[in-house]
């Protein structure tokens, strides 16, 4: 089974401060994780994905992430807020090909918060 | 390159009625998967198809059902509808999703209502 757990439910940040979103997963299989960003009305897009290989990630609009197996976890920065990051936040967790994981398992969302 | 495309993008309905949402996925592309978007329960897999074939589901009632056509195009029916399906739908494309290896592209959604 997999299980994606984002802590806080609302985090509020000052324009021009560090970004940073909490994820943690349980997975029985060596994991693919993801971070995807949801503006008001609109679907899911990809901000970054981590398979194999390095586990710094960078995605789009400065965000990065990194993987650490350890404290599975894969908590998402980005070192300045804009305003324009105001959205909702998803991690997801999906296993990799073999694994008979084939969906994603998303966590509960946080929504991020900026203001001047 | 056009993105996935679902309609309606916004519909009423009552309690007992039927409801059918459409999915029109990236072109080339083969896989195509539902979730449903609550406040409460958050993002739930509903299903997944590809070349027509449903290849996973998820844990909702018999009243959800899908399909997909051979041009890749998928709908999905809700029967029955009850209060606790109001929902976003969401519908999301990729070439072969399997384990993460292809990167799923979303919809804008379809916000269901139910009175």
């Known amino acids: 089974a997999q299980s994606v757990t984002q802590l806080g439910s609302h985090v509020s940040v000052s324009e021009g401060a560090l970004v940073l979103l909490r994820c943690n997963y349980s997975?029985?299989?060596?994991?693919?994780l993801f971070w995807y960003v949801q503006y008001p009305n609109q679907g899911l897009q990809l901000l970054l994905k981590y398979t194999t290989g390095a586990t710094l990630v960078k995605g789009i609009n400065g965000f990065e992430a990194e993987f650490k197996k350890s404290e599975t976890s894969f908590h998402l920065t980005k070192p300045s807020a804009h305003m324009s990051d105001a959205a909702e936040y998803f991690c997801?967790?999906?296993?990799?090909?073999?694994?008979?994981?084939?969906?994603?398992?998303f966590g509960k969302g946080t929504m991020l918060l900026v203001s001047p | 390159k056009a993105g996935v495309t679902q309609t309606p993008r916004y519909l009423i309905k009552t309690r007992g009625q039927q409801v059918t949402l459409s999915c029109s996925p990236i072109s080339g592309h083969r896989s195509v998967s539902w979730y449903q978007q609550t406040p409460g329960q958050g993002l739930q897999f509903l299903f997944e198809y590809f070349s027509e074939t449903q290849r996973n589901k998820g844990n909702f009632p018999g009243r959800f059902s899908g399909r997909q056509f051979s041009n890749s195009r998928s709908e999905m029916n809700v029967s029955t509808l009850e209060l606790g399906d109001s929902a976003l739908y969401l519908c999301a494309s990729s070439f072969d999703f399997r384990g993460g290896t292809g990167e799923l592209f979303f919809g804008e959604g379809s916000r269901l209502t139910v009175l």
């Open positions: 997975s029985s299989v060596p994991p693919y």
């Open positions: 997801a967790v999906t296993g990799q090909v073999g694994s008979g994981y084939s969906t994603l398992t």
